[in-house]
């Protein structure tokens, strides 16, 4: 395959060549960029939150009265949630992971930590039977004891004395050393220290999708009878009746009551993740308007160029120039074009993020997306042009010996 | 001359009647992805009140200071926080240094209607002084706002949404009728007409794209009774135990806005600010960053809180690079399209066209496509947005075409059909006469 000739007919041809060039640069830098976000994005909705998300649900209560009214009326709403048909477990809370509002609180390490750092953690409070509800996964230490769930006095700083915290807050505080039976500190003035770790679990996320410290959470044995919820799990398949019936039952011990913000895992789940699914999708969608954009301009320049060089192919054919020949003539020639578009769109797609990452705060795109944006535009010229090659491998050499 | 060139280009279109579908129908997807970016950026940066926008500040007040750090940073410089402390807020509103002062905040209660048939449901009530209607000319229906005394005296009293006032009365003027929330009575002193700015700019932390609240109580009355907060709390330093201590503490939850008349009013205001700044200071407060202690205008404001997300931009800078590799190739396809059409561009130069008649009778041709294109755009664009809103209903209000964006959809695609024509319709008219004849 000789390129020179390919080369002098393009030079022919500088500004068709170099439209469709181009527009193979621009589209580069576009779907290198945009699948980048696609691919980044769809981690992120990926990530486990550690919990059995298919089967739980939270919803809020507003108990009135004194303290002590409010503490006895939730003990005994709780009570009548657990056994609701279908309700395998349930437990007054605070937050839940993905729910989108929640505690957090600075953690600090104790006079023996050493080497290790501080954190930022999100708060969830519960009882001794919210890992099971939750499904957590207990890698180290134990689980809260009944006698060490308390009630939380308005207003005082929450001190537990025990915690149990994920395996990713444990790392951050700790590094390799072995975070049970450590002292650390939460929601409290520097210095004051008070809180041992009992436990940790291999994962629990936070209840904010776009913060910082996605996997650093914390368990405390709390209540709270200020604005507190119900964290239920029911049988598998069995979310959506069971909903129903623990609204009912609610409902059925004082109706004048209010059951607020009733969601399930996944609901929450696909709220978190709204905007990232419309990026997503979005993205996707210009990613294949372009290819096809791209791939009609293609078509279209090739298909000229066949028709306007049918004499020169009759003649090449009637020199002995086989049909496989000029169909890689054609070949060659799109693959030259993408050559030039891909050195350019290269250079574009890296301006283009470089831009994007100053002015946007996007990530910068990993030098492979470029490669992988190469071969798609190259794959992509070569199937467009694949048709018309066809036909100008079918002219008949016979077409040069008559007049046109 | 005109009706006919686009005689000729039309029966050009029909030629080829699936390249020219394929050209309009790129030129359309092209057009319509930039116009579904814009539109919904253009609505997401409106400005929420036009004709006052200038005149409304937000109450910067910077006493942040985690390790001597700033509340945050907004293109690289550090930015006051989002919102204030209750003595800050306090101290400002007594001050009444401003033609208007509004500290407002955002609780939950209980809904307790006492129609049969209605369950009790949790609300979102905004707790304000009310100057905070006339302040963003919040329009009412029935009544009006409870008096500055009422506020003093912590009166039981409510303004319902437009919404809400359906909900509870069916639509009738309420207005001194009693509603109960969370165990108990308020009166109506007011319903409030349809309002729903976008953004909701006088409450930026409790959602930007949110509808506003559907109550609206006495602030003073919020305070006394220790309503339960429905926004961010955010403290720097442990507020200690007990209320008192709370309220006196440095977290941040109430929001601010002062409405300032003219450049004399602004500048005096700030002049204020900067004593109150040194009386802190004096009083062993932080303050560290005196400058950021100041009245923030809306606009301003709007884009420190990132209002438009990144998001948006990022989908527009796409989308308008979509639209320029549309414009490439409606060129690309022209060119190969006239210049096929040699053979008859020389029989016409031959027989005494002139190149300028040429010239314009292929812009026009491509005009015409770009007409077409434009169509096609438009419905495009239409079904984008229908997209668009069922993507995030948080941008459902933006998500929607009106006639200055209807007339820039169609410039714009003219003018990138006419632009994608200028090359070809030039390579066409430049073709030699004896040449062509001989050839074919």
């Given at each position: 395959m000789r390129k020179s000739p390919i080369l002098a007919a393009l030079l022919q041809h500088k500004v068709a060549a170099g439209l469709i060039a181009a527009q193979i640069a621009l589209t580069l830098a576009i779907i290198a960029n945009a699948l980048y976000i696609v691919i980044d994005r769809t981690q992120l909705m990926a990530r486990p939150s550690g919990v059995v998300e298919q089967e739980l649900f939270v919803l809020g209560l507003t108990p009135e009265g004194s303290a002590e009214q409010r503490r006895a009326e939730l003990l005994a709403d709780l009570d009548a949630v657990r056994r609701v048909p279908g309700v395998v477990g349930a437990y007054l809370t605070n937050s839940m992971p993905l729910s989108g509002g929640g505690w957090s609180s600075s953690v600090v390490l104790g006079p023996d930590g050493a080497g290790g750092a501080e954190s930022n953690t999100a708060l969830y409070m519960v009882d001794e039977t919210a890992l099971g509800t939750l499904g957590l996964n207990l890698v180290a230490g134990r689980n809260f004891e009944p006698g060490e769930v308390q009630w939380h006095e308005a207003e005082k700083p929450l001190r537990p004395d025990v915690v149990i915290i994920t395996q990713a807050l444990a790392e951050r505080m700790f590094g390799d050393e072995p975070a049970v039976g450590r002292m650390i500190g939460i929601s409290g003035v520097r210095g004051e220290v008070g809180s041992r770790v009992i436990g940790v679990v291999e994962r629990l996320v936070t209840p904010w999708t776009d913060w910082g410290r996605f996997g650093k959470s914390t368990l405390i044995p709390v209540r709270s009878d200020g604005s507190p919820r119900i964290a239920v799990r029911t049988r598998p398949d069995a979310l959506q009746q069971t909903v129903k019936a623990v609204e009912e039952a609610l409902w059925a011990r004082n109706p004048q009551r209010v059951v607020d913000g009733l969601r399930t895992m996944p609901e929450m789940r696909a709220e978190q993740h709204r905007g990232d699914r419309a990026l997503v999708f979005i993205m996707i969608a210009i990613t294949i308007c372009l290819l096809a954009v791209t791939a009609l301009g293609i078509v279209g320049q090739a298909s000229f160029w066949v028709t306007q060089r049918t004499r020169q192919i009759g003649v090449r054919r009637a020199l002995g120039a086989t049909r496989g020949q000029i169909l890689r003539y054609f070949q060659a020639e799109n693959a030259i074009i993408a050559g030039f578009g891909i050195v350019v769109g290269v250079t574009l797609a890296y301006v283009v993020n470089y831009w994007m990452a100053e002015n946007f705060g996007a990530d910068r795109l990993p030098w492979f997306y470029l490669p992988i944006g190469a071969a798609i535009v190259l794959l992509l010229g070569q199937v467009a042009v694949y048709a018309p090659a066809r036909r100008a491998a079918a002219v008949p050499p016979a077409i040069a010996t008559r007049s046109a | 001359m005109f009706a006919y060139y686009v005689r000729i280009a039309l029966l050009g279109l029909k030629r080829q009647p699936v390249l020219s579908a394929l050209m309009v129908l790129a030129i359309g997807v092209g057009v319509a992805t930039a116009m579904t970016a814009l539109t919904v950026l253009q609505r997401l940066g409106a400005d929420p009140i036009p004709h006052k926008s200038e005149r409304l500040f937000a109450l910067g007040v910077d006493n942040w200071n985690t390790n001597g750090n700033s509340w945050g940073e907004v293109d690289g410089k550090a930015v006051a926080p989002d919102l204030l402390t209750h003595k800050d807020a306090m101290a400002l509103l007594a001050a009444d240094r401003a033609r208007r002062t509004?500290?407002?905040?955002?609780?939950?209660?209980?809904?307790?209607?006492?129609?049969?048939?209605?369950?009790?449901?949790?609300?979102?009530?905004?707790?304000?002084?009310?100057?905070?209607?006339?302040?963003?000319?919040?329009?009412?229906?029935?009544?009006?706002?409870?008096?500055?005394?009422?506020?003093?005296?912590?009166?039981?009293?409510?303004?319902?949404?437009?919404?809400?006032?359906?909900?509870?009365?069916?639509?009738?003027?309420?207005?001194?009728?009693?509603?109960?929330?969370?165990?108990?009575?308020?009166?109506?002193?007011?319903?409030?007409?349809?309002?729903?700015?976008?953004?909701?700019?006088?409450?930026?932390?409790?959602?930007?794209?949110?509808?506003?609240?559907?109550?609206?109580?006495?602030?003073?009355?919020?305070?006394?009774?220790?309503?339960?907060?429905?926004?961010?709390?955010?403290?720097?330093?442990?507020?200690?135990?007990?209320?008192?201590?709370?309220?006196?503490?440095?977290?941040?939850?109430?929001?601010?806005?002062?409405?300032?008349?003219?450049?004399?009013?602004?500048?005096?205001?700030?002049?204020?600010?900067?004593?109150?700044?040194?009386?802190?200071?004096?009083?062993?407060?932080?303050?560290?960053?005196?400058?950021?202690?100041?009245?923030?205008?809306?606009?301003?404001?709007?884009?420190?809180?990132?209002?438009?997300?990144?998001?948006?931009?990022?989908?527009?800078?796409?989308?308008?690079?979509?639209?320029?590799?549309?414009?490439?190739?409606?060129?690309?396809?022209?060119?190969?399209?006239?210049?096929?059409?040699?053979?008859?561009?020389?029989?016409?130069?031959?027989?005494?066209?002139?190149?300028?008649?040429?010239?314009?009778?292929?812009?026009?041709?491509?005009?015409?496509?770009?007409?077409?294109?434009?169509?096609?755009?438009?419905?495009?664009?239409?079904?984008?947005?229908?997209?668009?809103?069922?993507l995030s209903p948080h941008w459902s209000e933006a998500a929607s075409l009106d006639l200055p964006m209807l007339a820039t959809c169609v410039v714009i695609a003219i003018t990138t059909s006419v632009l994608a024509g200028v090359y070809p319709a030039w390579r066409a008219s430049n073709v030699a006469p004896a040449v062509q004849l001989k050839t074919s």
């Open positions: - | 509004v500290i407002a905040y955002s609780v939950s209660v209980a809904v307790q209607p006492e129609k049969e048939g209605l369950r009790p449901y949790v609300a979102a009530a905004r707790a304000t002084v009310p100057d905070f209607f006339p302040m963003f000319d919040v329009p009412f229906l029935h009544g009006g706002p409870w008096s500055e005394a009422d506020e003093a005296g912590r009166a039981r009293m409510v303004v319902l949404s437009k919404a809400t006032n359906e909900r509870l009365f069916g639509g009738e003027n309420s207005v001194g009728r009693r509603i109960r929330l969370s165990d108990q009575y308020y009166t109506v002193v007011g319903v409030l007409d349809a309002w729903a700015p976008r953004p909701k700019y006088y409450d930026l932390s409790t959602g930007a794209m949110n509808d506003p609240e559907p109550l609206f109580i006495p602030l003073s009355l919020a305070i006394a009774e220790d309503l339960a907060v429905n926004g961010n709390i955010s403290c720097w330093e442990s507020p200690g135990e007990g209320r008192a201590s709370f309220l006196a503490s440095e977290c941040i939850w109430l929001n601010g806005w002062v409405e300032l008349p003219d450049d004399a009013a602004v500048a005096a205001f700030r002049d204020f600010l900067a004593g109150y700044v040194a009386e802190q200071r004096q009083a062993g407060r932080a303050f560290d960053r005196a400058h950021l202690t100041a009245p923030v205008p809306l606009r301003e404001w709007l884009h420190l809180r990132r209002v438009v997300p990144d998001d948006m931009r990022l989908f527009t800078v796409l989308g308008f690079a979509f639209l320029l590799v549309c414009l490439l190739n409606a060129g690309t396809l022209l060119l190969a399209k006239f210049l096929r059409r040699s053979g008859e561009i020389g029989l016409r130069r031959a027989v005494g066209a002139s190149k300028r008649a040429l010239f314009a009778q292929y812009l026009t041709e491509s005009s015409v496509v770009g007409f077409f294109g434009a169509f096609v755009g438009l419905l495009l664009t239409v079904g984008g947005l229908a997209g668009v809103r069922s």
